[in-house]
């Protein structure tokens, strides 16, 4: 069961609100995609100020068998990565939800959240895979 | 999130299945298309816990997606030496050679280990994709030149689906293969082979792998493959997938057929020169003979980065802006942690040491080449 803190969109993103800054968002990867990925060795993630695009390439990760593109969920400007993933990419695989997150984003439009999947959505999205 | 790259799978409906899939469905083992079989990419723990056992410990792999071959008859010596790019005169019973199945191009069909059992019987292990293609070529020369008109000089039997074949490999095979046996094999040569039994169970047992490690390949009768693995298992073996196959091979420097080799790449090329004999005749030794004394234009090197970003098949490597090479093999090495990888590059770029750059879609960084094998395991003291 996915969290029903958050939303989440058909490529495995996850974002939620930030509770300790307005106007701004967290987001990462789910559960099922750190399960899919495998053992996560390394994350290409965007820098602080670029702009990311709903559903725009916002970067890679790298298991040890696969590459894939991480996509951003929503419209904004990145305001912090998660800088221990650099050092600690297994941290996503351990805590997808948690510790694991990938980057915080000042968003463009708070309402693109209410477009998003809710938990029950993806983990119904998901099951259907 | 959206794959973009991956190992890559021959996609096949109607895969088969090896005796160990119900057991690797159990253990959580996620299966994938390979080879024409259903077969564990890994387990629940990951490839890089895997990896990790084997390295320091012992792994299992259900390995039995790969063929099995006997050859026998008063001509099936003559026959392999017509085929295979290494003797079978020379090759006491007993033992086990590794070398490659070559087309007249002298472009590697398969490359195999085969073990001599008696004097006109050998037992030879194909690739999994491969063994449809290898079992017609093997085919062809028998019926044209060695059992001409259906006489029984030299036979072939294909046992794949009658048997079963387990890799235990690392470290610690050795020490606990002689609690597992009912006779004692921790004696036994690299490369040589020796029936014996597991609890009962008849297995014929190589010192071969394809990990980097010491261990022992088994193979197993059908019906006792599930119990032999069980034994092992119990033994504190770690189940392994093909991920964890995948990254100890290519540590070890080992040639992976689609990869490093293939119909259209000879055995000079690929640095495997000393498992090619220059003394008898047989389908494409001209050209690797001449290519031995002339050289190639291109040749495999190992190649490192820092860091954990990969090289992967299909990726180009430069040398100021201009394509010059292909990585054919690459991964993330959690043994020297570092990022490795194995490809062609044109022959003047083949000193270790030298530098060169890497397209990793898209970003470039800089590589260096690097003599394989990455890692060699620590001898033993004893």
Not at chain 2, 163 to 183: E, H, S, Y
Not at chain 2, 215 to 238: H, R
Not at chain 2, 243 to 257: I, K, S
């Amino acid at each position: 069961m996915s969290p029903d803190d958050r939303k989440y969109t058909q490529e495995h993103e996850w974002v939620m609100v930030d509770p300790a800054a307005v106007g701004t968002a967290i987001a990462g990867i789910t559960e099922y995609a750190q399960d899919q990925l495998g053992d996560i060795v390394f994350f290409e993630l965007p820098k602080v100020g670029d702009a990311v695009a709903h559903l725009g390439k916002m970067g890679e990760v790298e298991s040890v068998k696969a590459v894939s593109d991480l996509f951003s969920p929503i419209n904004g400007t990145v305001t912090e990565i998660n800088e221990k993933l650099l050092d600690h990419p297994e941290l996503v695989n351990e805590d997808p939800f948690g510790e694991g997150w990938l980057i915080k984003v000042a968003m463009t439009d708070v309402a693109e959240l209410d477009a998003l999947m809710s938990s029950q959505d993806y983990d119904a999205f998901i099951a259907g895979l | 999130m959206r794959n973009i790259c991956q190992s890559d799978n021959i996609l096949t409906e109607d895969n088969l299945k090896t005796a160990l899939y119900n057991t690797h469905v159990t253990l959580g083992g996620r299966m994938v298309p390979f080879g024409g079989w259903d077969m564990p990419v890994q387990y629940p723990e990951g490839i890089l816990a895997e990896v990790h056992a084997v390295r320091n410990a012992t792994g299992i792999f259900d390995v039995s997606h790969m063929g099995r071959l006997y050859l026998s008859g008063p001509k099936a010596t003559e026959f392999l030496d017509w085929v295979l790019t290494g003797s079978a005169a020379s090759l006491r019973v007993g033992r086990a050679r590794y070398c490659m199945i070559c087309n007249e191009k002298g472009g590697v069909i398969d490359d195999t280990i085969f073990y001599r059992l008696a004097e006109d019987r050998y037992l030879l292990i194909p690739n999994a994709g491969n063994r449809p293609a290898v079992v017609a070529w093997f085919q062809r020369w028998i019926d044209e030149k060695f059992s001409p008109g259906g006489t029984q000089d030299c036979l072939m039997e294909d046992v794949t689906d009658k048997t079963g074949l387990i890799a235990f490999q690392g470290p610690g095979a050795v020490d606990a293969i002689d609690k597992i046996a009912d006779t004692p094999l921790s004696d036994m040569r690299p490369f040589s082979w020796a029936e014996a039994a597991i609890q009962g169970a008849p297995v014929l047992v190589g010192r071969t792998g394809y990990t980097g490690e010491d261990g022992f390949e088994m193979l197993v009768q059908g019906n006792d493959v599930v119990k032999v693995w069980q034994i092992l298992a119990d033994s504190g073996a770690t189940p392994c997938g093909l991920g964890a196959r995948d990254v100890l091979r290519l540590e070890a420097g080992l040639p992976l057929h689609g990869h490093e080799i293939d119909e259209e790449t000879s055995p000079i090329e690929a640095g495997l020169d000393r498992f090619v004999r220059f003394d008898k005749e047989y389908v494409g030794s001209d050209v690797l003979k001449g290519q031995q004394e002339n050289g190639v234009a291109r040749k495999l090197v190992g190649i490192t980065l820092p860091g954990r970003s990969a090289p992967r098949a299909g990726y180009n490597i430069l040398d100021q802006g201009e394509t010059v090479g292909t990585v054919t093999s690459g991964s993330y090495s959690p043994t020297l942690d570092t990022s490795i990888g194995m490809g062609y590059v044109l022959e003047r770029y083949v000193e270790p040491g030298a530098t060169l750059d890497l397209d990793i879609r898209g970003r470039t960084v800089q590589v260096t080449v690097t003599e394989l094998p990455f890692y060699k395991r620590p001898r033993r003291a004893s």
